[in-house]
């Protein structure tokens, strides 16, 4: 990925211009490669639920950028400045942290994204030196840094955690969000008022301190409506999702189309 188009993703998204991205689960570098070429403006790798380690994280973040067309992000394990450095280094261009539950929790994770004097980043740049450079002026100019809203504390701490120096945005885990306002499960019919409450409370939040807001979804219909309720970003799905549904849609057709050459059978 050229200095560009990392630097023209940062400033697109620091414009609260809306962009959308697709999620990845499995450590599968030429599907991975292919999503990245279909024209999402990012594709984030999950490397705290997915299926794929540091090496699938590496292997992602090039097939990504072979495609020059997406950048790379990483759901990081924690909020830890081990794993947020490593992804960095690995060449993504931002780091999504989960369970931020207040501005010092949020602090620390700018402070590990970023290289003095804006936070304490251990100089290795590996990849990301081809990506961005080896200058860590420009590394931070670059490197974008998202903080999770998922949790009781997060929602009711949002606009403390918003006004955090160095944040670039918020992101929605829709399914810890939806246990956090009372769900027995994600997606409970039960407190959607609530959930959609925590929605707009935390889109409001974002906007209010001139961040983006970035949220999951599970289809583009309902990344389209998210970003008409005025979020930044909408990341679509996952890769092992549309996997088994794809199949099975097949599947399903295969037998439909099965069952009624049998009925014709029957008739002749």
């Not at 990925?1 to 450590?27: H, N, P």
């Not at 097939?63 to 280094?89: C, P, Q, S, Y």
């Amino acid at each position: 990925m050229t200095s560009e188009l990392a630097l023209e993703f940062a400033r697109k998204i620091r414009a609260r211009e809306q962009a959308v991205g697709y999620w990845a689960v499995l450590d599968a570098p030429v599907a991975t490669e292919r999503i990245g070429r279909l024209g999402y403006d990012y594709v984030a790798l999950d490397a705290q639920h997915g299926l794929l380690g540091y090496s699938g994280v590496l292997n992602g973040l090039m097939a990504i950028d072979a495609g020059h067309t997406a950048v790379g992000m990483v759901r990081v394990e924690a909020n830890d400045f081990t794993a947020i450095g490593k992804a960095l280094d690995a060449g993504a261009v931002g780091v999504i942290v989960p369970l931020i539950n207040n501005a010092q929790d949020a602090a620390a994770a700018v402070a590990a994204a970023k290289y003095p004097p804006l936070g304490g980043r251990s100089y290795g740049p590996m990849r990301s030196a081809l990506r961005i450079g080896p200058v860590p002026a420009d590394a931070n100019a670059a490197t974008l840094v998202f903080a999770m809203i998922e949790t009781p504390e997060g929602l009711a701490n949002v606009k403390e955690i918003c006004a955090t120096p160095g944040l670039d945005g918020i992101y929605v885990g829709p399914s810890d969000l939806c246990i956090a306002v009372g769900g027995a499960y994600p997606g409970d019919p039960a407190v959607d008022t609530e959930f959609n409450a925590a929605l707009e409370t935390i889109a409001e939040a974002a906007a209010s301190a001139g961040i983006a807001a970035g949220i999951h979804t599970p289809a583009g219909t309902v990344a389209n409506q998210r970003l008409a309720q005025g979020y930044t970003f909408a990341t679509i799905a996952s890769d092992l999702t549309h996997l088994e549904q794809i199949a099975k849609s097949h599947l399903d057709a295969a037998h439909l189309d099965a069952a009624r050459s049998a009925a014709g059978t029957k008739k002749d």
